[in-house]
């Protein structure tokens, strides 16, 4: 069913999001913001339920790309992710019906609000990474077949950028990461052009309602004096995001975070309360892997999230700092993102790592 | 009067290009060996005088861009700069009735014929630089109000890019040379398209006929034993390019080359025969000043090119080594490259010297 976004959703929306992000995806304060003045401006939004989008319609997914730590200082207005929806569109000499997040994570669960808002356009509640990834190929959209190509990219002085890498993600990616880089570290962009029938066949589904599920339910368990995680834990039950699981509980002792080559990445660490455990983060814009006293609890894809110990609020890679309590969670990723095809795009070793897959839930 | 170019045309083309390219524009045996392929394959090729050319015709320039020291390694096919016309084209929603070089140095003298001969199209036999210059942007076309942009970039894979800034040539320049870097450091472009009556406007005419006429006189002056300087000095009293300067004879002795930012920069020295004076020159792709003993004798967007002493071969700076025996000569650019417009597009401040211009012919 079709349901109808307003302003009054935003702050779960974006909770929710940056518990997704899984540490990255941008930060969604800041998308957060771009939505609720699109929405002033032009009104509520039409979210749609991936199976009301018709086989013949035309998605044309939009987000932001780049370094969080750059993002986090420098704001976009709004106007360049549709522009790179329009410029795309022009390329194709074809009119979007819908647009669509790739990555339900962080900054970019936000863009194609805004994008939705300021069109008029109608929003599918899905996306292409069931959580934030730092690189464009690493979606189910690509894993099942939908190639990235063309896409466009808008830049805060109106320039655009058309890429055109054929079915080859990979190479996107690297031409992508490159203008992006030359744009100052982020940019706006249009890719993942695809039929009705293509986002039923190779989204994750209802991701949008699942951020919002996942922030307004932190919420009411504040609001309740219940135990958040006890409660997300329970919420997620009924989703495709089965497990969550408690990986470890302390205090930030460490983190080390570059921005290098259009990402930060870096490492953190933190110290269990009773001072006998050490939890290791690594992380390329998202968290990837958790190690607690050496051994592995939880890594890519499923999700690794940093909140703060007594709300729950989540914690982005480049606001990770020492002192900080938390407790640190993995939920399980459905089934989609862990066949070995899709593994093999967005798993361990397609970030370097020498651990093989996994389930959280069969390691704690 | 439109002419007709043939194999037999390519050895003196190329050297004559050479000397163009002031030291830099890419390595025009490479393309010398590709238009050779490309007239054996399809037949010789068209060459349009600019007064030729009809005023509503579409003229759509293509293209070399990279460090000279990285084309000299990674060669291309030929297909890329078709499939950069092509890209364009589509993009445009238009076809190109003719080519023409944007650069007429060095491999930049070639690329145009390549395509010409492949596509069956005619050559304009002009340029937009009058020489060669190390960066996009330094072109009396956009000097004199034609935008660079939309431009294409093809790739070797078949990738294709298309950037579009509006009017601003310096922001297109940038874009492309972070694709172009990550291309492998060199990549084929169209840009710059143009109707006839703004070739005639806007470009520097007749200078693949002029590259032509330097290679020819070199080789006929050495065939005949006359001084190839003294003959070229000669031939080029008839052109646009009026005043020949004997900078410097000696020998190199030190080089300092580094890719940098996808360019190639440096310095080079010589000393006189006789050991009393000092030569310096500084390049970015191709040279740019010219000190004999701390003193200015050539700047640029005047052409400053080394030569072998002997035979006036030219010597290109990712080539030029400790030890040869160079002549350098200077040769003033046309009127049409002096004006104060073109001087703040590719004059000595463009490329961050202290200077101000001096007409070689002053300086020497």
């Known amino acids: 069913m079709s349901w109808t976004l307003t302003e009054d959703h935003l702050e779960d929306l974006a909770r929710g999001a940056a518990v997704l992000g899984t540490g990255g995806g941008g930060d969604p304060y800041v998308g957060r913001l771009l939505v609720r003045q699109a929405i002033r401006e032009h009104g509520p939004i039409t979210i749609l339920d991936p199976s009301e989008v018709g086989d013949h319609d035309l998605v044309v997914p939009t987000a932001q790309m780049g370094a969080p730590t750059v993002v986090h200082e ?48 109608p929003v599918v509640d899905a996306d292409g990474m069931g959580r934030a990834f730092p690189e464009l190929q690493m979606e189910t959209f690509g894993v099942y077949g939908v190639p990235g190509s063309p896409m466009a990219i808008g830049g805060e002085r109106g320039e655009t950028t058309v890429i055109d890498t054929g079915s080859d993600n990979r190479r996107m990616e690297w031409l992508a990461r490159g203008v992006t880089i030359r744009l100052g570290g982020v940019a706006h962009i249009a890719e993942y052009t695809m039929s009705g029938a293509e986002v039923k066949r190779t989204a994750v589904p209802r991701t949008l309602s699942l951020a919002l599920t996942v922030g307004r339910t932190i919420r009411e368990a504040r609001e309740n004096n219940l135990d958040p995680i006890a409660a997300l834990s329970e919420a997620l039950r009924e989703t495709l995001y089965r497990n969550l699981r408690v990986l470890f509980r302390g205090k930030v002792s460490d983190v080390e975070r570059r921005t290098e080559a259009g990402f930060a990445r870096g490492r953190a660490q933190a110290v269990s309360f009773d001072g006998e455990h050490k939890l290791e983060l690594l992380f390329q ?80």
């Open 285 to 364: 814009n998202e968290n990837l892997l958790a190690l607690v006293d050496g051994e592995v609890r939880c890594l890519v894809p499923d999700l690794i999230c940093v909140l703060e110990s007594e709300s729950a609020e989540p914690i982005t890679t480049e606001t990770l700092r020492y002192g900080q309590r938390v407790v640190v969670i993995g939920i399980s990723t459905p089934d989609l993102m862990r066949t070995p095809e899709a593994l093999a795009t967005f798993g361990p070793s397609a970030f370097g790592l020498s651990y093989g897959f996994t389930p959280v839930e069969e390691l704690v």
């Open 74 to 121: 420098k704001l976009p207005s709004g106007e360049e992710p549709v522009l790179a929806l329009r410029t795309l569109e022009k390329h194709l000499g074809k009119r979007a019906s819908a647009t669509m997040p790739i990555e339900c994570g962080g900054i970019n669960s936000m863009i194609p609000l805004v994008v939705g808002a300021r069109l008029g356009l």
